[in-house]
């Protein structure tokens, strides 16, 4: 399986700041997912960040407010964008899409916990 | 829509007491049903990946089967360290890109 680490692990910020959280993958991927988990709930997917170029985003989630790089292939950010209370959550980078198995799974990171006061 | 329901939303057992959570899914071209562990705090920990109907997995005291509509996790004999919340995901058609679409979950506590 592969490592995930992700940076903040957490953040407390004030409204209407933004903040980045890094992903590093141990290994090649081609594609990373990124995940919000809000208070008591399950994940709902953000967007799908492809190595060069845009990210495909999920009904509900635009680039402006969680805009997402993908420089290589073992690395990607996701920036929470003028943050309001209401994006008080556990933001999740998964990966590896492990084509060459097709077993199909992701591996996910630790997470990184916001907390907008 | 493809969506994933998942019961029940808790669960209490006693040590030992065996149990089954369920997963029913609603899905185009199902290319995959995953089971996850997740503890408190920490990222979702992959258990099990079902692909066909009848196909079955096993690991220590869980076992996870398929049928065409849903998933069940059995758990033998449970102890503590088996509570943590369980999350049920599928990997719909080729087009949605690999994304896996996730459950409420189930939380399980398990007390001796």
């Known amino acids: 399986s592969a490592v995930i680490s992700q940076k903040p692990s957490r953040d407390i910020c004030q409204r209407g700041t933004s903040l980045t959280i890094q992903c590093q993958v141990d290994s090649q991927v081609t594609m990373m997912f990124w995940y919000r988990q809000q208070p008591g709930q399950s994940l709902t997917l953000i967007a799908t960040?492809?190595?060069?170029?845009?990210?495909?985003?999920e009904s509900g989630f635009v680039i402006d407010k969680f805009p997402i790089s993908r420089p290589n292939l073992t690395f990607s950010t996701l920036t929470v964008s003028n943050m309001s209370p209401e994006d008080s959550s556990i933001y999740l980078c998964s990966g590896p899409y492990i084509l060459a198995a097709n077993t199909g799974e992701l591996f996910f990171g630790e997470g990184s916990r916001l907390t907008v006061l | 829509e493809d969506q994933v329901t998942q019961s029940p939303e808790a669960l209490r057992l006693q040590e030992g007491e065996s149990s089954s959570l369920n997963c029913s899914y609603t899905?185009?071209?199902?290319?995959?049903l995953f089971w996850y562990r997740q503890d408190p705090g920490k990222g979702p920990e992959f258990l099990f990946t079902?692909?066909?109907a009848g196909e079955e997995k096993e690991k220590e005291r869980l076992k996870a089967t398929l049928t065409k509509k849903e998933s069940f996790l059995h758990i033998t004999a449970p102890k503590p360290e088996d509570s943590a919340t369980y999350l049920c995901a599928v990997r719909a058609r080729q087009g949605q890109g690999g994304k896996l679409i996730f459950g409420q979950g189930t939380e399980l506590s398990v007390k001796p």
């Open positions: 960040a492809n190595q060069g170029s845009e990210a495909t985003y």
């Open positions: 079902l692909y066909s």
């Open positions: 899905v185009s071209g199902l290319r995959g």
